[in-house]
């Protein structure tokens, strides 16, 4: 795993922009895997501003977000695709079409992570960009999900759930349940830039770099990715 350590949550954005344009700038066709919370969202802002000032397009790009939570509307703000449209995919020019991401509400959500699955089968991310979670989940992989596991429910830990609460209005509104992408489908990207900022991050990047490469630290078989980017402020990376 390569480590670009930087000052701080700018830089960390700007690093990352200028990763993810190398690779869309490589490929008349990009295939990029998004992720949401707080870690991409300066990553995202730099993607508007490069199409609303600098006249870029994304028109051809392909897009999977990892996850979303299961039995949100599309209309809750706390949905992972509304979080998506509002924060980039609204702002530029990419094809409604070429937006994929798990859909929370189908009727059958076993059916919906076999369809999702597929869909990554046939697919070929380019660049997957990922946040790390504080107890060192990638996507909504929780500690001790297989290295094997390909997109399927998830029950979310008390941890995860007590984390995302700060976006919702009671901890009781987070939902229970989310489809995320697995780990063997994660890892199938050519490329992957994770993000970390923040000293409540330190322990996770630690235990992802220094640790065993054990399922009970989902993000540590990013070290075993042939081209796997950590982009990381220096409260993150206070541990190491
Ligand atoms: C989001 C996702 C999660 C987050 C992680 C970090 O789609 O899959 O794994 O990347 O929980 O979240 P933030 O960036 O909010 O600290």
Redesign the pocket.
């Known amino acids: 795993m390569n480590i670009v350590k930087v000052k701080d949550y700018k830089a960390l954005s700007e690093e990352a922009f200028s990763l993810f344009k190398s690779v869309i700038s490589a490929s008349s066709a990009p295939v990029i895997g998004f992720?949401?919370?707080?870690?991409?969202v300066g990553l995202y802002e730099l993607i508007c501003y490069d199409y609303i000032k600098n006249g870029a397009s994304y028109k051809d790009m392909t897009t999977f977000?990892?996850?979303e939570y299961v039995g949100l509307d599309v209309s809750s703000d706390q949905s992972?695709i509304y979080f998506m449209k509002h924060n980039l995919f609204d702002h530029i020019d990419v094809n409604p079409k070429n937006i994929n991401i798990p859909n929370g509400i189908a009727p059958d959500i076993e059916k919906e992570c076999k369809r999702y699955s597929s869909l990554l089968a046939s697919s070929s991310i380019d660049l997957q960009i990922?946040?790390?979670?504080a107890n060192g989940?990638?996507?909504?992989n929780e500690p001790n999900t297989p290295f094997t596991s390909t997109t399927h429910k998830v029950k979310l830990t008390d941890k995860?759930i007590q984390?995302n609460s700060r976006f919702f209005d009671d901890i009781e509104q987070v939902p229970k349940y989310a489809i995320t992408m697995g780990i063997t489908e994660i890892m199938n990207a050519k490329k992957i830039i994770i993000l970390a900022n923040g000293k409540n991050k330190a322990k996770a990047v630690f235990d992802m770099v220094k640790g065993p490469v054990s399922e009970s630290c989902p993000a540590s078989i990013l070290r075993r990715h042939p081209d796997a980017v950590l982009i990381a402020d220096e409260d993150a990376c206070s541990l190491l």
């Open positions: 992720a949401t919370g707080s870690s991409p977000n990892l996850d992972y990922l946040g790390i979670g989940h990638i996507g909504f995860t984390d």
